[in-house]
């Protein structure tokens, strides 16, 4: 694992160029409104480095899922809504003509807020993926299924019931069974937004522990109401205030010793 | 006109938001005031309280506003209604952080009860539900909101249990007696406090689907 050194003096612009050598997602001039009335996000101008956890956070209502959906094109299914600058992902426009939604959620999984597993048993959610998109060889799919269940930290518990239903996970189970469903689309990247927000102490920790052990092999962006959350799981972390991206900056950084008063205000009046 | 009015609601709702950010961010501090025995932050948090109730004023004028001169109909008319009732409960939900911590400025920190780790585990189910609930009002998710009812009957039981075992210890030592009553009193806040966010989450029911689901008639 690359670690990106921070140096006392100029480190922003240090990581800002490091993070430029991994860049996976980048937002140029990106603004977002739910109708003409409603702007919830304004020039927003922003580089992800891949292999790497990076948190959102905000007060409620400053844009954060907003931000998130536009790196998958979630919010393209409100009537009304519109978007202006670009959104680019592996340095490809994901708005342009002729980008195939289908692959972009492939490439980019995401995991809400609140879990929402199929009501089917828990081998078929996993399984639902690779079979829509045309995997039909047993053996591939009951690998795919186990390697994402794995991934997802869930393989132990649920290994002797994959025929029982979904629903009758407990609520940190059912989570993580929709990682894994996103895990067996094989992405690069993904969108986790509020992912542990429903969920008792234990398996929240559960989730971190297997989002860190996630990143090796992918890309995560995670919204995140919990600023100890942010400072425990992630390497970058951007900061919102109403539709605003106010800092972006490496995690120990934003949360030591912000650039921007707003974060500093922010950080120390909310945490803890 | 028409433009003039959704940027009117548009207004109210961002104020709504605002003020549900200022609610949460007070109960946090009320069991961090608890946990940490801090007088001087339980202070601040009773003064705080005013600007929530300011901003609950000044959030039903607008409404009422709204309803006087422009008599909203079907989905508006729902939001105006629900937002109303939302208003009212995230201004209630502040006066229990007050309760709570008017209580900490009571408590004697010499007696430490048993139980006190049950309270911040209780403040957070009801902060996560307070949390979503906002959620499901900001992105108008019926689904969501379904969802925070659920988890009241988790908090009732956790609140019972909690009362049960904060009696046994008082029992077994009188001195604790006037601690538990402390106890009792913030955790029966914290339990209020999962009420109104069920609450809330009834109305972006409402809000989404003009259901009324309150009292859990039909199910
Ligand atoms: N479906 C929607 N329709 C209209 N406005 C919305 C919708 N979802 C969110 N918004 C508005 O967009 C802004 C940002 O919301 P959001 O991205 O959900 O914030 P956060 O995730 O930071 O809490 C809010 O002001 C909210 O009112
Ligand atoms: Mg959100």
């Known amino acids: 694992m690359e670690i990106i050194p921070v140096t006392e003096k100029n480190s922003l612009e240090q990581d800002n160029r490091s993070v430029k050598r991994n860049e996976v997602v980048r937002t140029e001039n990106l603004d977002f409104f739910y109708n003409p009335e409603s702007h919830a996000l304004k020039n927003i101008n922003l580089s992800i480095p891949g292999k790497k956890v990076t948190a959102f956070i905000g007060p409620s209502g400053c844009g954060k899922s907003t931000l998130l959906r536009c790196f998958n094109r979630m919010n393209d299914l409100l009537p009304g809504s519109y978007l202006k600058g670009r959104v ?19 490439k980019v999984g995401m995991v809400f807020q ?11 959610n996993v399984a639902f993926g690779p079979r829509v998109n045309g995997e039909s060889d047993k053996h591939t799919i009951e ?7 794995e991934q997802a930290d869930l393989w132990k518990e649920t290994k002797d019931r994959l025929n029982e239903s979904a629903l009758d996970l407990s609520g940190g189970q059912q989570q993580r069974l929709c990682i894994a469903r996103t895990l067996a689309n094989k992405p690069e990247i993904i969108l986790m937004d509020e992912p542990a927000s429903a969920l008792d102490p234990i398996s929240t920790g559960k989730i971190e522990e297997t989002i860190i ?20 799981i992630s390497d970058f972390t951007a900061f919102m205030m109403l539709g605003e991206m106010i800092e972006f900056n490496d995690t120990k950084t934003l949360f030591t010793n912000p650039n921007e008063n707003l974060t500093e205000e ?5 945490f803890g | 006109m028409k433009e003039k009015f959704h940027e009117y609601l548009e207004n109210i709702k961002k104020d709504l938001i605002f003020l549900s950010n200022q609610v949460e961010h007070n109960i946090h501090q009320s069991i961090k005031a608890f946990v940490t025995n801090d007088e001087k ?8 309280d005013k600007k929530i ?4 004023v000044e959030i039903e004028d607008k409404f009422l506003g709204l309803l006087a001169m422009q008599q909203p109909v079907a989905v508006d008319l729902r939001f105006t209604v629900g937002g109303l009732k939302m208003n009212n409960d995230l201004e209630r939900i502040g006066d229990h952080a007050v309760t709570i911590a008017r209580t900490v400025i009571n408590i004697d920190a010499g007696k430490i009860l048993e139980t006190k780790d049950d309270i911040p585990a209780l403040g957070e189910m009801a902060c996560k539900m307070l949390h979503l609930a906002v959620n499901a009002f900001i992105h108008q998710d019926a689904e969501l909101g379904r969802q925070v009812c659920k988890m009241d009957n988790e908090v009732d039981d956790f609140y019972d249990g909690f009362v049960k075992r904060t009696i046994e210890v008082c029992k077994k030592d009188r001195d604790k007696l006037d601690n538990g009553f402390h106890y009792v009193r913030i955790a029966r806040s914290l339990e209020r406090i999962a009420d109104h966010s069920t609450n809330i989450s009834e109305d972006v029911i409402f809000m989404k689907e003009a259901k009324i689901i309150r009292h859990h008639f039909q199910e």
Not at chain 1, 91 to 102: F, H, Q, S, V
Not at chain 1, 114 to 124: L, V
Not at chain 1, 216 to 232: D, E, P, S
Not at chain 1, 266 to 270: A, E, K, N, P, S
């Open chain 1, 266 to 270: 922010y950080i120390t009046g909310r």
């Open chain 2, 53 to 56: 109730d300011r901003t609950e």
């Open chain 2, 41 to 48: 932050l339980a202070k601040k948090i009773i003064d705080d």
């Open chain 1, 143 to 149: 690998e795919v299924v186990k390697s994402a269940l």
């Open chain 1, 88 to 106: 680019l992902i592996d340095n490809k426009d994901i708005y342009a003509n002729g980008i195939r939604l289908e692959e972009l959620r492939k």
């Open chain 1, 114 to 124: 609140k879990s929402n597993p199929f009501p089917m048993s828990i081998w078929e």
């Open chain 1, 213 to 232: 052990e996630l990143k090796k092999n992918y890309t995560i962006i995670i919204v995140t109401h919990n600023m100890q959350q942010a400072a425990r």
